[in-house]
């Protein structure tokens, strides 16, 4: 059912572009002429404030050497905090809760060698089917690591009908043997979100430690973590924070756990005026910037500083704002011009349930990809049968997604698909 306040033409979404105080920003970024994109929640697009973020610390290196741990632009050795401080509006965070360190992986291993305690009846994790498949392969070798069989010890929340996870189901796995849980904020399929507040406030009442994958929120939705009380997040920023292939993750934790050791110690967790000192005993910092664990990446963390300049300039509520509204048109257009063409809309429809995303299924997903991407659009392939299509918020105009539907439509109308294979690519 497309909304009340929609036209299908060009003028009407030409229109919303008048409107949208986020449009002179699109010129902010390199977007490729004659190409949509609409993948924006696997990999951003380099904006020019990224690009000279990262030249301007290749001219430290150049001109400094290594005294640019501690001098130029943007001295190095406190690189990590500053972006934590700059990242943590985004996450509903004090500062020194939220580090920008790691990848999403290694993230996820140190969170949970550290705060996965068993003790007594108290020895299983608690994930879910839906997941990305990364967070399981850790959970797993994590339980393997302290003697724990996975295939007993970690427990996935059952979804009902593939797409979808009840709160009302994970609460009811919320058991006594549970020792911490980890739980996606938007499922990577179908965006779904997740009531936060809700599953933190009952996984404390049962004394179970809960952890979120923020890859698939951040950036594109508000979240309040240190107001719900979560205990620990994680995070990577090449998605809707357009960080960069590789660019390097975050971490929170709540202040309430400072004072915990890491699981996994290494000399960038140091306090930093301790961290020279050579010393064989680990004195961690007081904060989030505890859990590093090596050097940082530099060259990965400097286009960051660029990128989180603009969500500073605009906020997360206005990006949050815009991401709706464009969505939703994107909806109510397929629904319009491809009523007839196999589509089925597989992410929630209310505002406050859907995240940056729309979910778009067919038999035909793989095939019907490829002939996008020969027709100059950018989508996002998921096994078996989705298309992810992901208007952002700072660079794609309404113009673009009227545009883009209408391919699809031309594409499911001469049935161009058929004359791929329908099977994904190596990276998809």
């Known amino acids: 059912m497309v909304s009340n306040f929609f036209q299908p033409t060009l003028d009407f979404a030409k229109h919303f572009d008048k409107e949208d105080s986020l449009q002179r920003f699109r010129e902010e970024f390199y977007v490729k002429p004659n190409s949509i994109y609409m993948d924006g929640n696997s990999l951003g697009l380099l904006s020019k404030r990224a690009e000279r973020t990262l030249l301007e610390c290749i001219d430290d290196w150049k001109e400094h050497g290594i005294d640019g741990w501690t001098q130029g632009k943007q001295p190095w050795f406190y690189l990590s905090e500053k972006l934590g401080k700059m990242c943590a509006p985004l996450v509903g965070a004090s500062p020194e809760e939220v580090i920008v360190t790691g990848s999403t992986t290694v993230n996820l291993h140190q969170l949970i060698a550290t705060f996965y305690k068993p003790k007594g009846k108290r020895t299983k994790i608690l994930a879910d089917e839906l997941t990305f498949p990364s967070d399981l392969y850790a959970l797993q070798s994590q339980l393997r690591i302290r003697g724990y069989d996975p295939d007993t010890h970690l427990i996935c929340v059952k979804s009902r009908d593939g797409r979808f996870l009840e709160e009302d189901d994970i609460i009811e796995a919320m058991t006594n043997e549970i ?35 923020a890859c698939h929120s951040v950036g594109a939705i508000p979240h ?17 924070i357009n960080g960069g292939p590789g660019a390097v993750g975050g971490l929170y934790v709540n202040k309430k756990h400072f004072g915990t050791n890491p699981g996994l110690a290494g000399w960038f967790g140091s306090r930093k005026d301790k961290q020279f000192d050579m010393d064989h005993i680990f004195t961690p910092a007081e904060s989030a910037g505890a859990y590093q664990i090596g050097t940082p990446h530099i060259l990965s963390l400097a286009p960051l500083i660029g990128c989180l300049e603009l969500f500073a300039e605009v906020g997360i509520e206005t990006i949050r704002k815009k991401s709706l509204n464009i969505n939703q048109y994107l909806m109510d257009l397929i629904e319009y011009e491809c009523a007839d063409c196999g589509f089925f809309i597989g992410n929630p429809r209310e505002d406050e349930r859907r995240g940056g995303h729309v979910c778009l299924e067919h038999n035909e997903a793989a095939r019907i990809c490829k002939a996008l991407k020969d027709n100059g659009v950018i989508p996002d392939f998921r096994s078996p049968n989705i298309i992810r299509l992901a ?9 673009d ?16 698909y058929e004359k791929y294979e329908n099977k994904r690519e190596v990276v998809s």
């Open 179 to 213: 020792a911490v849980m980890i739980m996606p904020t938007v499922l990577y399929r179908s965006g779904q979100i997740l009531d936060m507040k809700r599953l933190t406030a009952e996984a404390h009442k049962r004394g179970i430690l809960i952890g979120f994958d």
């Open 224 to 240: 309040l973590f240190s107001e719900w009380g979560v205990d620990f997040a994680y995070w990577c920023h090449y998605k809707h």
């Open 391 to 399: 208007p952002v918020a700072f660079y794609t105009s309404y113009e």
């Open 401 to 416: 997604v009227w545009k883009v539907v209408q391919i699809l439509k031309k594409i499911m109308l001469e049935k161009q």
